[in-house]
């Protein structure tokens, strides 16, 4: 040791304690980055609902629990779907009448889907493709399936449950 470096005691910090902290910080936030928190792809939900199924007050036509307005049953095509950036949401209809809403961030890479055409929700990152009935994976190379959302159709509103 020489004279010019003093002895530290207890709640002193060396440069090399407080780097090896920041690392395994930084570290931490990349693993927490790599799960999608988002159980609903587990547990098998439909993520949709038929129109006109009942979910809103009839009497202020305010969505049932507060849930967010995403769209008209008017902007989704037959076939087809919308994007709902904002909401990390996309909304489809498979068949007339029948409503589906997917998580649009894709399951390969976390990028965000672009598209919907074709009958597939489409990732141009990567290229992966997802069914609009029900998100399973129509193209890689994504393996795992869109998350289902709940909504619900109250009169002409698509509402995030």
Do not use: W, Y
Not at 12 to 27: I, M, P
Not at 66 to 82: H, Q
Not at 130 to 152: E, M, Q, R
Request: aromatic residues 2%; charged residues 15%; proline residues 5%.
């Amino acid at each position: 040791m020489s004279d010019e470096q003093t002895v530290t005691g207890p709640g002193t910090h060396t440069r090399r304690a407080l780097l090896a902290g920041a690392g395994a910080v930084g570290a931490s936030m990349v693993l927490a980055a790599c799960g999608t928190g988002d159980d609903d792809a587990l547990d098998g939900g439909s993520g949709g609902t038929p129109a006109g199924t009942p979910g809103g007050d009839s009497a202020t036509g305010a969505p049932a629990g507060g849930g967010t307005v995403l769209a008209k049953t008017s902007e989704i095509p037959v076939g087809g779907g919308k994007i709902i950036a904002d909401q990390q949401v996309v909304v489809t209809q498979p068949t007339k009448g029948e409503f589906k809403a997917f998580s649009s961030i894709c399951t390969h890479q976390n990028c965000p889907v672009t598209s919907v055409d074709g009958g597939t929700i489409n990732c141009s990152c990567h290229f992966s493709k997802f069914s609009i009935a029900d998100g399973s994976v129509k193209g890689g190379p994504a393996t795992k399936a869109l998350a289902a959302k709940n909504i619900t159709v109250t009169g002409d509103d698509i509402v995030l449950a």
